[in-house]
Each structure stands twice: as C-alpha cells, then as structure tokens.
C-alpha cells in the first residue's frame, strides 16, 4: 500500500467520522458541492454527490436542489458539467421548480454566495441546509454556509475522499501527492482558527434581509426558552465570573462617569449592579416583563421601561449621554433599527458601549458547549440547537458592518486573550461615538 493510499483512507475516515451529524428530520434546501468534470463527463466523486442529493431530495420533495458548476479546468467544462447534471434530475424526475442552477463559480465561497442570491430572488431562504461534500473539503464547507446562511440550521453529509487522476483533470492530478495532503490539512486548520476572517469580504457581498425571520417555536419551546434565559442570568454571573466582569466592567472602564444611561436588553439588572447609582440617572429597557418586574424590585432608584430598542422609544433626540448594550445586538431580527435608534437618542458628543460574543468562533463554540449547552441539556433534556438559533442570529462582522454606518470605533477589546482575532476569544467590547454628518 502507498503513502497515499494510506493517507487517503485515514484522512476520509477522520474527516467523515468528525463530520457526520445527526439525520436531519427535514431540509429545505439540498447542496451538492461539485468536483468538476473532465472531456469524458462527471467525477466519480460529483455523481455521487449528485445521486446522494437525489437520494435526499425524494426523501424531502419540497427541498430545492442548488449547484454550480466549476468549468475552470478546460474550455468547455462548464456546458458537459451542467448537462450531465441536468441529465442526472431528469432521469429521476426532479422537477424544474425543484432546481435552482446558478452558472459558473470558481469557489465554494462564490458558490454559496450565488445559491443565497437565487434564493433571494425566488423568496424562499432556508431555515435547514444539507450540504453534500468530500470529507477533506467538510471542515471548510461548513464555515463557508454557516456564514453565508447564519439564520440556517447546516446539516453535513460526507462522501469518501476520491483521488481524481483522470485525464484532462489536472488539478486532480496535482492533488493525488503526499505534499498536497499535508498542505490540506494546514490550509484547513488556517480556515478553521482564521476563518471567519477570511470569509468576512464575502459576507459583506451577501446582502442580509432585514428583518430577519427568526424560527417558529412551539409553545413549549418558548416557555423552555423564556425559563432557560431567566436561569442563564441568575447562574452566569456566579459559574463564570471572569467571562461576566469582562462583559459588565467594560462598558464603565470605557465610558464616562455619571450622567444619564440607557441600558438596551438590560436581563436581571447585572449591569446595574456594576454602576453607581449615586451619579447616574440610570434608565433600563428590557423586554420580557417578568425580568423587568425583578429589576424593579432589586433596584428602586432605576427607570425601568418594558420595551422593543427595535422600535421607536419614548425619548427624546440627544437625551443620553451613554448608551450600552451587553450581549443584546446578536438577538436583535432588526438590528439596523436599534442601531439607529441608538444613534437617535444618544447626545452627539455621548458613547455607546457594546459586548458582543465571538459567535461561530472556536473557543467561543468550546466554552457554549462545556457551559450553556451542558447546562441546557441536562436542565431540559433536550438538546441546546434550537434553542441558540432562535437567540443569536447576527454574527460578529454582520453588527460590525451595520455600527459603521452610524458610529466610528474608539476602542475595541477582545476578551480573554488580546488578539485580535473571533475564533481565540469569547467576547469583544466595543466603545464607539456618532458619526458626524
């Protein structure tokens, strides 16, 4: 056996083993990651990825099946890549209506972006995607459309790692080397810790809908939900105290002291435990009324408002001096209205503090599954994915990109290790002040 058989196995199993989930119940849309097509027709590897979509699309008969097509290895590649596959559905009677093919792409990245376009343009986003890979590519393919479809449950289905060594196929070619494996595997861990840095530019091509549409809950699940978020408040602060003193000291490290404060999603009043109340005229917006009941009882002195920060509030333009938001702005299906609401009622020359986690980021999803999951999970006997999927629907760079419209950073800090980087830290701070016009 050669060293790249060996490899090859080993590799396929780990990368299958590690990426399969369990079966989804549903899904509404159906990704066939392709492997191009040599002069003779389809990869072995791309057919079987697209018998595999089939095998799932009459499994879910209102799923839509997406694809492009590479057509990068040779003139011409594109026209026998995109036919066979047409030939493939037809064969099995998949409708038209049931296909959505977007044209040439180079990239994973491109692809998913073209499938959220033509999504778009039908009116149809998904809440569940599975997508169908070779196991080396699964690590980065998940990335790729978790970022792309954040509002999206991802489901991954792996085929073996197939070595193409075809003729008119260079790039398989190339790939069937020791060198290539061992490069792989880097460029992936790289994807992996740096990713969502890498794929930040392509987010900003895929435009978000606003509002977004959050999950539709069964009452149970919001009554788990509702009771879940009042218990997270009243044991986070005491089970990870260090993570809650960076989230609730630094809005006050990095704002003046005194005046008069907004807090938006202001919970059980942790952050009002922090403040002195002596030189601040403290006002607390919160949500859910049974929270806002409690904050009324632990801290008289403080104006508390049940409210929406996505929806006009009762104050006037230029009435605060700060304005702070502690793990709020990733909940928000309107954030573009909140931040603008923010910037209404904060005076010109005020602050606006705001925490928010480093959602999809390595450590971050290590530290959810050792703590809220775990919790969760042994709380309610129920597993902790539909609950976070209602709850944080924006990530990091998607807030980032709507604050810039209205604030310039002052400060940002991320939490606990200094780089700045989303996948080797929790949190991040950020101080920022109004844009002049």
């Known amino acids: 056996m050669t060293l790249n058989n060996v490899l090859e196995k080993f590799i396929g199993w780990y990368a299958c083993e590690s990426c399969q989930e369990k079966e989804p119940d549903t899904t509404d849309l159906i990704v066939p990651i392709s492997y191009c097509a040599t002069r003779q027709g389809l990869t072995a590897a791309t057919r079987e990825n697209f018998l595999l979509a089939i095998h799932y699309a009459k499994q879910f008969p209102n799923a839509v099946i997406a694809f492009s097509n590479a057509g990068y290895v040779f003139e011409g590649a594109t026209e026998i890549e995109s036919s066979q596959k047409r030939q493939i559905l037809k064969k099995a009677s998949i409708p038209d209506t049931s296909v959505l093919e977007t044209g040439q792409t180079s990239n994973s990245i491109q692809e998913a972006q073209a499938i959220r376009r033509g999504l778009g343009e039908r009116g149809r986003m998904p809440r569940r995607i599975l997508i169908i890979t070779g196991a080396m590519h699964a690590p980065s393919a998940r990335l790729i459309w978790r970022t792309a479809f954040p509002e999206a449950e991802i489901f991954i289905r792996c085929i073996p790692y197939r070595m193409e060594t075809q003729k008119d196929h260079p790039v398989a070619v190339q790939r069937s080397t020791p060198i290539w494996f061992a ?26 809908k606003w509002p977004k549409k959050t999950p539709d809950l069964t009452d149970e699940q919001k009554a788990i939900k509702d009771d879940f978020m009042k218990y997270w408040h009243e044991v986070s602060p005491q089970k990870y105290s260090l993570y809650d003193r960076f989230n609730r000291k630094y809005p006050i490290r990095n704002s003046p002291p005194g005046g008069r404060v907004l807090e938006i999603g202001a919970g059980l009043g942790e952050q009002i435990a922090q403040e002195n109340l002596d030189i601040t005229e403290y006002h607390a917006l919160e949500l859910l009324p049974e929270m806002a009941a409690e904050i009324r009882q632990r801290f008289p002195r403080v104006h508390v408002i049940v409210g929406d920060c996505q929806k006009r509030l009762d104050f006037p333009d230029a009435f605060f001096d700060r304005v702070q938001a502690v793990h709020v702005l990733e909940h928000l299906p309107d954030l573009p209205a909140a931040i603008r609401e923010v910037r209404r009622v904060l005076k010109p020359d005020g602050v606006f503090s705001a925490v928010i986690p ?31 999927r209602s709850e944080h629907i924006n990530m990091p760079d998607e807030i980032a990109e709507e604050l810039n419209r209205h604030f310039t950073v002052v400060k940002r800090t991320f939490f606990p290790l200094l780089i700045p980087s989303l996948h080797l830290n929790l949190a991040i701070g950020i101080t920022l002040r109004k844009k002049t016009a």
């Open 183 to 208: 490069a792989n595997i880097v460029r992936h861990i790289l994807i992996l810790i740096f990713g969502l840095g890498i794929t930040r530019r392509f987010r900003h091509h895929v435009p978000s």
């Open 358 to 388: 480093c959602e999809s980021g390595l450590m971050h999803r290590i530290a959810r599954f050792i703590s809220a999951e775990r919790i969760f999970k042994k709380r309610y006997g129920m597993d902790y994915g539909w609950c976070i």
